[in-house]
Structure formats: C-alpha cells, structure tokens
C-alpha cells in the first residue's frame, strides 16, 4: 500500500552496517530520513552518500536521524563504504542497512516495476517524532539527490509544526516566513502582536519565529 504524508512509517528490524536496527527504537524521540539506493556500488549513489556524511553534523544539530538502504547485503555495504571513503573523501558516518529480501522495500513502496522490476528507486523519506511521514521525494535512478533541499525541508517542517506559519518558495532559514491563510486577522493579532507585512490580504510576511525565540529549526 502506498505511504502517504501523514501515514505512521511502517516499523522494521533489519540487519544494517551499524548492527541490528529496530526502526521506530532506533528513532527515538527524534526525527528521521530514510533513503533508498538501488544497489551497492553505483556510481550516483556512491556521491548521494558522501554528500549525506558531509551534512550529517547539520542533520545531527536538528535532532534528525539519517540511514540509508540497499537492496545487497552487510558484506557489500562495508565494501561499498571503503570505496565511499576513497572516492569522496569522507567516512560513511550513518547506518546503511541491507534489505537483500526487499521487505522494507515493499513496505515502503521503494519498487516501482515501471521504472525498474527488481531494484528501489531513489525514494526519501522524512519522519517525525511521532513516527509519522511528513516528506515524500522519488526520484529517477539517473538523477542524484539534492541533501542541501532535503536539509532545507526539514527546517520548515521542523518550524512550522507548531508555529501558524507556512514557507514561501526557496524559503531558507532566517527569511520570512508566511501566516497560515486559515488564520483570521484577528486570530493572527493574537500570534503576532508586532503585526505583518501584507502583500494582499491573504499574503501576510512575518519574521522567522526562531530569529526571535532564538530556537532552531
């Protein structure tokens, strides 16, 4: 069955480069990225897993989680992170984990027989502190991610969780930031006394709410 956002994650045991993994303990309190590979010793998901251990420190200062999956096995993966680190200049700081039976693939929808039978597509998954999908991305196996957008993403879905706000396009943290349009003006008042810039009355700009607070997304 196809995940959709706001679906509980499906949970998982599975075998990983970082020892068993039991997906929801393994998450925590926090929030997570799951992302799929379609195999071990690709030549673009060599590079998506280097720029990912280059992020981590950032995803780490988020309280986000990050591991990756392929359908190969431990053995592969330890070989495959040895040629990660030669080739991109960074160790594989994050779990990789093995699904040789495709069982979190299937769970996950990772297989889409149109685009390639056997192997998963480049799916990410973002996950939040309740368990729940909270970001979709599919992409084809001929494209590599963007982990800057990702990053990004989970800065305004970490702030606008519990803010009344929403993001404007190639929003980044720090820019303004748009009040919710099921907010009335009144209601909005009461959130955001120091008032609003208004483009029309449905498009109302106010600062960053973690510039103020000084709490990061």
């Known amino acids: 069955m196809t995940l959709r956002l706001g679906d509980v994650a499906p949970d998982f045991t599975a075998a990983s480069t970082h020892g068993e993994i039991r997906f929801h303990e393994w998450i925590g309190d926090g929030w997570a990225i799951l992302f799929s590979h379609p195999k071990d010793f690709t030549p673009v998901c060599t590079t998506e897993l280097g720029a ?3 992020l981590k420190p950032e995803f780490d200062k988020r309280g986000v989680k990050v591991v990756g999956l392929s359908v190969d096995g431990v053995e592969d993966h330890e070989g495959w992170s040895r040629d990660i680190e030669a080739t991109q200049g960074v160790a594989l700081n994050f779990p990789l984990i093995a699904d040789k039976n495709r069982a979190v693939a299937e769970a996950y929808d990772m297989i889409h027989p149109n685009a390639e039978a056997t192997q998963t597509v480049r799916s990410v998954f973002v996950i939040d502190n309740q368990k729940k999908v909270r970001l979709t991305l599919t992409y084809p196996a001929s494209t ?10 989970v800065d305004s879905l970490k702030l606008t969780s519990g803010s009344s706000v929403a993001t404007p396009a190639n929003w980044r943290q720090g820019d303004d930031v748009i009040i919710l349009a099921s907010l009335s003006d ?5 959130k955001f006394p120091d008032g609003w810039r208004a483009e029309r009355p449905y498009l109302r700009y106010v600062p960053d709410p973690s510039k103020q607070t000084g709490r990061t997304a």
Not at 144 to 153: A, I, M, N, S, Y
Not at 186 to 190: F, G, K, V
């Open 186 to 190: 009144e209601q909005a008042r009461e």
């Open 52 to 54: 990912v251990a280059k």
């Open 144 to 153: 590599g991610r963007d982990f800057d957008e990702v990053l990004r993403v």
